[in-house]
């Protein structure tokens, strides 16, 4: 009898593992950032205005449950510390690129405080040290921002990237498409191109001409432009970059980990710029087409998709449309108040702030097609970024920026409605796409998602571990010999270690240190945080000054 059971449960346990998928080749992660789950059902309406026989997104036939996605210490997330999760594991804190947080009396989930402002590796990370995957990352912001710096750098303030940039640049990425030309400053140009990077900045048809990695395309000074305003002969669309990248990246036996992020969802739903936010998404989702074809010709590929947090809230349905009958109001009567809105109310506002007020209601007539009533002129000279204003900053102070005053006269004349400027609490919305159908339902956490990232990639009780691998403690990888930490400037410093002939010397933000002379390279980037006056550097190192 008891060898019966003993080869049932042996049996049991065969079928169990050969039951569970074998890890993939390839993952693409797609991050449409700030997208709220009302914002879904008004672009997928809205492509169908534009195109009455386009009634489905790309993603839909692929979307199989929410996930509830928080900060460390707060339900409602900041896009740092939530992709942050989505790519290492825990959750951080508002401002945290893949860092962990600092502890507090009202943490969402358990932390070690010993661990506070570490470094974490991310799956990236992993993904090319561990696996030798190419690595890849396409977005429409600026590169060093938030969800593109969270895969492949490490900071306590999201907004330094002056720590964020470089690391970026050193950390072996082999694809990077995105906007930021302004930020990828001569030397680091330079080192690109010394490491046998094609660098393109602003010049489209090297990036089109490009048939090999590793590659660094950039256009535009910060972000890329909203698609709306883009000059199309001289700008790629997102779906454009994704399908680029894909091309190159799948040219690693080995496979390849891709981001790829609608940035600037969020920078509309920010503004309450619901057209914009609308167009940005389908941008998005065009992109996510492109992965998904490949996907689904590959058959060795997993595709992630969904947003890091909701933001602003937009949805068809206001106060106007209560008025005006909202469920006897056609499409085209809900869609067609937003035809004749030309620029952002980011641009618009830009604009405002630099003419006359004489020259406004021209203005809105050109890029709006109405002419403003004078009260909400004389209401946008309230703004308190409007420095011509006749009224004392001290009475404009606390009021909205021109760009956010502008949103209620753009959107008022709409049925479009939105509950904040900022983040919201909501749970987002998850597509996957996996060849055998291995997808998580239901309402899985920021945590759930991490997991299955490090399932399908083989990496599951391989990132702790790696974390204390890459980004060990310099005070206790050097314990015992002579450290001297000499200041370089506002953000970078120099490591110096001694251990009797041995030298070893690295500078903050590098992947490489000099040991004895000799440059000794690293398949990571070493980061310094100025809170704890650490270096967090391969714990191998030490190995180079025990040499006799």
């Known amino acids: 009898?008891?060898?019966?059971?003993?080869?049932?449960?042996?049996?049991?346990?065969?079928?169990?593992?050969?039951a569970q998928p074998k890890p993939v080749k390839n993952v693409i992660l797609m991050i449409p950032d700030g997208t709220s789950t009302s914002l879904l059902s008004a672009a997928r309406w809205y492509q169908t205005y534009l195109d009455s026989t386009n009634t489905t997104l790309n993603i839909d036939p692929y979307l199989c449950g929410l996930v509830r996605t928080h900060s460390s210490d707060a339900p409602i997330g900041d896009s740092a510390p939530t992709t942050s999760c989505y790519v290492s594991g825990t959750p951080s804190q508002t401002g945290f690129v893949s860092t962990y947080p600092v502890a507090t009396d009202h943490d969402l989930v358990p932390l070690d405080a010993t661990r506070a402002y570490q470094p974490l590796a991310t799956v990236l990370e992993a993904a090319k040290i561990l696996q030798h995957k190419s690595t890849g990352l396409v977005f429409t912001c600026e590169f060093p921002h938030a969800t593109p710096a969270d895969c492949s750098a490490h900071s306590y303030k999201r907004g330094r990237y002056s720590v964020i940039a470089p690391q970026m640049v050193h950390n072996h990425l082999d694809v990077v498409m995105g906007g930021g030309v302004k930020y990828l400053k001569e030397s680091y140009q330079n080192d690109l191109k010394n490491a046998g990077y094609n660098v393109y900045l602003d010049d489209i048809q090297g990036f089109r001409n490009c048939s090999k990695a590793p590659v660094w395309a950039l256009f535009g000074e910060t972000s890329m432009p909203y698609w709306l305003e883009a000059d199309k002969q001289q700008t790629p669309s997102l779906a454009e970059m994704t399908r680029k990248a894909i091309d190159l990246l799948?040219?690693?036996?080995?496979?390849?980990?891709?981001?790829?992020?609608?940035?600037?969802?969020?920078?509309?739903?920010?503004?309450?710029?619901a057209k914009n936010a609308l167009i940005e998404f389908i941008e998005f989702d065009k992109a996510c087409g492109e992965a998904l074809r490949f996907a689904e010709k590959d058959g060795q590929t997993v595709v992630?998709?969904?947003p890091d947090h909701g933001t602003g809230a937009v949805t068809i349905g206001n106060i106007k449309a209560c008025n005006d009958g909202y469920d006897k109001l056609s499409l085209q009567q809900l869609m067609s108040p937003i035809d004749n809105y030309q620029l952002s109310n980011w641009s618009m506002g830009e604009?405002?702030?630099?003419?006359?007020?004489?020259?406004?209601?021209?203005?809105?007539?050109?890029?709006f097609g109405f002419t403003p009533q004078p009260a909400e002129l004389n209401f946008l000279t309230t703004a308190s970024d409007y420095s011509n204003s006749t009224i004392p900053y001290e009475q404009r102070k606390n009021n909205l920026s021109m760009c956010k005053m502008l949103s209620q006269i753009l959107y008022s004349r709409t049925y479009f409605g939105f509950t904040t400027f900022g983040h919201t609490i909501e749970n987002v919305f998850l597509a996957m796409y996996h060849p055998q159908n291995d997808v998580l339902r239901g309402v899985p956490t920021n945590i759930d998602i991490f997991n299955y990232l490090c399932r399908q990639m083989g990496l599951t009780d391989k990132m702790s571990e790696l974390t204390s691998d890459i980004y060990?403690?310099?005070?206790?990888?050097?314990?015992?010999?002579e450290v001297k930490i000499d200041s370089v400037d506002k953000y970078n410093r120099k490591l110096t270690v001694k251990n009797k002939r041995n030298v070893l010397t690295a500078n903050s933000f590098d992947n490489y240190v000099i040991v004895n002379n000799r440059k000794v390279d690293l398949n990571s980037v070493i980061v310094y945080v100025d809170k704890t006056n650490t270096f967090y550097l391969p714990k191998e190192?030490?190995?180079h000054m025990e040499l006799k």
């Open 304 to 306: 992630v998709i969904l």
């Open 541 to 543: 190192l030490r190995l």
């Open 351 to 367: 604009k405002l702030k630099k003419a006359d007020t004489t020259e406004w209601a021209q203005l809105f007539e050109t890029y």
């Open 472 to 481: 060990a403690d310099h005070h206790q990888v050097f314990e015992g010999f």
């Open 250 to 273: 799948s040219k690693n036996e080995n496979g390849f980990f891709l981001m790829v992020e609608g940035s600037k969802v969020d920078w509309a739903a920010h503004d309450n710029d």
């Open 1 to 18: 009898m008891k060898r019966f059971v003993l080869s049932t449960l042996l049996a049991i346990s065969v079928l169990f593992l050969i």
